[in-house]
């Protein structure tokens, strides 16, 4: 029998085999798995790095790189909002040409011109008539004509009109002459078309026909047939841009009070006169003092046969 408290030796014999208790074999695995490689080392590191940051200099440096990234944190802010700021107002100051581009039909004025929207107020007064209203007379018509009812066409490149919505149907200058589409300014037109309906009321037609001028040159038929065009023009144009603004009324008759509408109301109006002058300053010469060949030949195709 061994000795107590000595221990038993292995022996590989079949019978003399010792195993130690699973227990104890396991439980020192798990005690290694659960114990850090190096316990000690590990706890000193955190201490240490504990007493680092609680160092005063490296709490210092930690509110100082704070401060900074909040410093840079406000100026990109304030820089960004001063960007967008400048975009914004930017685009509010082409917000009438956008407006007046993606409401009309493109043409050269609304690259030429700088289309603006401005406050107006109509003079609707049912009693108290201004120039255009009064009988025929020099100075009347002097008046409308100030308005550029009668000016003659202009020019614009080839690739503008075709832009434009035009073909190469339409009248052209002759490439001798530096080609191009003969225009004019349809708001100039309809102006025109109204001029002459103002011309063939009941207290003006006499006057005009016996001038014997313009549209009153044409025998009665012609002349009906032009006023009536223009008469329908300016219903097409005043349906095509409806005036969503609303008419009010006001008291008259202080004694027996009555409602009548308010025509004086306010409006916002494209800048008219700029758009005159754009037509103004490329107007052809008169007709009967341009070259001859000044005009392209159409080519037959192109000629319509009757009157559109």
């Known amino acids: 029998m061994p000795a107590k408290g000595k221990k038993k030796s292995l022996s590989w014999g079949r019978n003399s085999v010792q195993y130690q208790p699973v227990e104890n074999l396991t439980g020192a695995d798990d005690a290694a798995e659960q114990q850090p490689l190096n316990a000690s080392s590990s706890e000193t590191s955190l201490d240490d790095g504990n007493r680092e940051f609680d160092n005063p200099r490296n709490k210092s440096l930690t509110r100082r790189l704070r401060w900074l990234a909040y410093t840079v944190l406000v100026i990109t802010t304030n820089l960004m909002s001063l960007f967008l700021g400048f975009m914004v107002g930017r685009w509010n100051l082409n917000l009438d040409r956008t407006c007046a ?17 401005e406050d107006q107020a109509f003079n609707g007064s049912f009693i108290k008539e201004n120039i255009y209203r009064l009988e025929g007379s020099p100075e ?6 100030a308005l550029g009812v009668d000016y003659r ?17 339409h009248v052209q200058r002759s490439n001798e002459f530096g080609g191009g589409f003969f225009v004019n300014v349809e708001g100039l037109h309809h102006l025109h078309c109204l001029n002459l309906v103002r011309k063939a009321l009941y207290f003006n037609y006499d006057y005009y026909k016996e001038q014997g001028t313009h549209a009153f040159t044409n025998d009665d038929k012609i002349l009906r047939l032009h006023v009536t065009h223009c008469l329908d023009t300016v219903r097409q144009v005043l349906m095509c841009n409806v005036d969503t603004a609303v008419l009010g009324q006001v008291w008259y008759n202080p004694e027996h009070p009555k409602a009548f509408p308010d025509f004086s109301t306010k409006h916002k109006c494209k800048n008219y006169d700029a758009v005159r002058k754009w037509a103004e300053a490329r107007e052809e010469p008169p007709p009967e003092t341009l070259p001859h060949g000044y005009m392209k030949l159409p080519v037959s195709r192109d000629i319509l046969p009757e009157t559109p």
């Open 101 to 117: 581009a993606y409401t009309t039909q493109y043409s050269p004025v609304l690259r030429d011109v700088d289309i603006m929207y």
């Open 140 to 145: 009347v018509d002097a008046a409308w004509e």
């Open 153 to 169: 066409a202009g020019i614009i490149s080839y690739e503008e009109g075709l832009k434009s919505g035009l073909t190469s149907s």
